[in-house]
């Protein structure tokens, strides 16, 4: 028979046990090219057996070379590595305690393309662990920049607002602080819905604490959220319901959805009823926002007075079989048929 | 081990001397072991067994340690032996030299004359193969023949058949490549798990996150509006009892300043803080003026009727120095001495 047999682009991997530790030891000798041996890498480490081989023999280190090195397609794939790492949650772990990340929010501003984008997986990746989106907030200021700055494809806005949004259902003071709102009020209105769903999300994050309900409010995203609530993707029209409820708290929001007529919208929302399972676990969300802010609506007398003749409405709802839908459609006639 | 049991040595004379510590018998068995195979020996090929003539074998001498004359004895020997060996050389007949001009030569007398040389005779031979000629072709052996007749033929494509070869190979790179997407699709999966787990809790989290704001809010607004009509209530109560603090403020005061200003008028009065302006006028420029003008004038008159006094007193006193009376006095003459 032939010799070994690899597919092409790809470096020889030993058997077993010692496939790893050989690929990282010609990592380190820096033989020859190293775009093989990373491709090799990056294959062997789907495997979670592998991976764990990889993080606790401690070569997760050194990676850290070659994200500095100096062609484009070894740190593209070092990136892609990293975010293959981020997939486990031991990978993830040994991401945030080596010291990896200022080198990888360097790269944020690199020349390559692929390797910015690849980034944004490594950074979207750790994001999704509270423990790593609580490491990203310094990263905070420089991601908001990098969004204001409007260079990035449209994969990379979303990854972008998708590690964003992460970050700031930690804390969202950081992102609050430069100028969040504003920013994500004019990338609502984007043209790809993935951009537009990942805004959302990261808006209705940003407008828990009250500065963000404040900040929603004056900035005029309320008329731009209506537009989005019957927009045809359910993601969107399910995040924009989330950003009313939050922001409808406040007084202002109160009396400011009241006036952009936000009731019949969300009451429209709440009336559709498919019968398959499936859609109905997906529109579960969406109809748990809009009773919420219908609920928080119901606090303005002129809310109520709209609401109490919309009751057979509410109480069809909590005939829905979901303890959750239950609960707030109570919740919600509750308020309707409250009297001082 | 320095210090041996046994130890031995050659000494001086040459003699070998052996000499051992006591040793303790060491401990055997009783009986003894079956005897081992023997290997008899070759008497005549044993090492150890003399040879030939015994007469002049040099013989270890019995003495093991000679002593110097002995071996100085042995010495003389050997030197005499020596020098006999040398006169004995030196004895031997020889020819005399040569005389000058004559050589000597060894000539042989016998009658059958021998050649005496070194060379010996020695014929040359050679031998030289014939040149090669090629090899005639064996005749083909061809055996009688036997056994069965059979025939083969490598058909096109037997050798290598690239379907079966391919095989293995493409087995490896399907099955490495089938291998890693089911990695990658497991990955995925678990991902795609994960995600929406993530998603769920999530929602559920930003909904239940919305209701204690709503709440929170609720309560806040409560709490502002009790604390407001609280406060409200509170500045209606001070009011009130402003009011009424003032109302009995005011009542008391007038009761108290309604006698106070006939009081005060009196006293005033009293203290002769009203007058008339020209009454006082009168009494503080025109009376003083007034008294001292008549004071003056009475003091001209009291003077004067000091002055007349005295004059009266100093005519008395004449009249008295004269002896004369007043009755006697002419009045005339008073006014004279004024």
Known sequence: MAGSVTLPGRAAVAFGRWSVPLLFGQLDRKEGCLVPVLASLCDLIHDPEKLYQTVTGGFVEQLKVCLEDEDPAVRRKTCELLQLLTGHSTGRQALLSSSLLPPLSEMLDDSSSSCRR??????????QLPAGAHALLPLVPKLMLKLSQEEEEEEVEVLLLSTLSCCSRVDALPALASDGVPLLGRKLSHSSPSVRR???AA???LSVPVDGKQQVCEEQILPVLVDLLQDDDLEVRTNAAGVVMNAAIITAGKSLSLELNVLPVLLDLLSERP???????RRKALVLYCL?????????????RLLREQLPLLERRTEDRDQDILRAAQTAIRVVTWTP | RMALAS????????????SSRPRAVESRSKYREPPAEQYYGNIMYDRRVVRGNTYAQHILPTVSQPDLAEVQRQQAVRKRILARRRAAEQLRLRTPEPLQGRRHTDVQTDLFLEELSEVIEATDTECQTDEFLDRPATPLFIPAKTGKDAETQIEEGELFNFDTEVQPILEVLVGKTVEQSLLEVMEEEELACLRA??????ELRNNELAEVQRLQEQERRRREEKERRIAQQKEVLKKERETAEKVAALVYTQQYLSSLLPAVFGSLRDHGYFYDPVEKDIETNFLPWLVAEAH?????????????????????SDYLLLGLSVSQRRPQSLFQFK
């Open chain 1, 118 to 127: 690849n980034v944004h997986l490594v950074l979207n990746g750790i994001a």
């Open chain 1, 203 to 205: 808006m209705m994050a």
């Open chain 2, 296 to 316: 003056a004038n009475l003091e001209k008159r009291h003077a004067s009727r000091e002055l007349l006094d005295s004059k009266i007193n100093l005519i008395n």
């Open chain 1, 198 to 200: 990942e805004a959302a």
């Open chain 2, 7 to 18: 130890h031995s040595h050659r000494d001086p004379g040459g003699t070998y001397t052996f």
């Open chain 1, 292 to 304: 919420r802010a219908l609920t928080s609506l119901a606090e303005a007398p002129k809310g109520r």
């Open chain 1, 275 to 281: 019968e398959e399972e499936e859609e109905r676990r």
């Open chain 2, 197 to 202: 787990q993530q998603r769920a809790f999530e």
